[in-house]
Nanobody, 125 residues
Framework: VQLQAFGGGLVQAGDSLKLSCAFS????????MGWFRQPPGKEREFVAH????????DYADSAKGRFTISRDNAKNTVYLQMNTLKPEDTAVYYC???????????????????WGQGTQVTVSS
């Protein structure tokens, strides 16, 4: 499995940004997908997760109400729409894939077998 995340950049507080993650190598619809982020000097943390069908999504408290995860199984792509960005959203954002359906909400890093290379999001105040 190969994951390539892109769409990061430098934005101002209050702006929106949409990240994409292209999946290849296996059957995309067999995988739950997630987004994590790693702020400067901090541990990588969960942001959002969507099931393989796209029917269920869950979010970290910091993302709830502002971020939306979605997927297009025809395009083998998962997205993270981020609205009302804040400086504390500054981080490297990673997409991740987990084979099968995760029987948990707010999965952790260990639940995902495959990781992309990350894309930098910087939000200025």
């Amino acid at each position: 499995v190969q994951l390539q995340a892109f769409g990061g950049g430098l934005v101002q507080a209050g702006d929106s940004l949409k990240l994409s993650c292209a999946f290849s190598g296996r059957t995309f619809s067999h995988f739950d997908m997630g987004w994590f982020r790693q702020p400067p000097g901090k541990e990588r943390e969960f942001v959002a997760h969507v099931t393989w069908t796209g029917d269920f999504a869950d979010y970290a408290d910091s993302a709830k109400g502002r971020f939306t995860i979605s997927r297009d199984n025809a395009k083998n792509t998962v997205y993270l729409q981020m609205n009302t960005l804040k400086p504390e959203d500054t981080a490297v954002y990673y997409c991740a894939a987990a084979f099968g359906s995760l029987a948990t909400t707010r999965p952790t890093r260990s639940d995902f077998e495959y990781w992309g290379q990350g894309t930098q999001v910087t939000v200025s105040s």
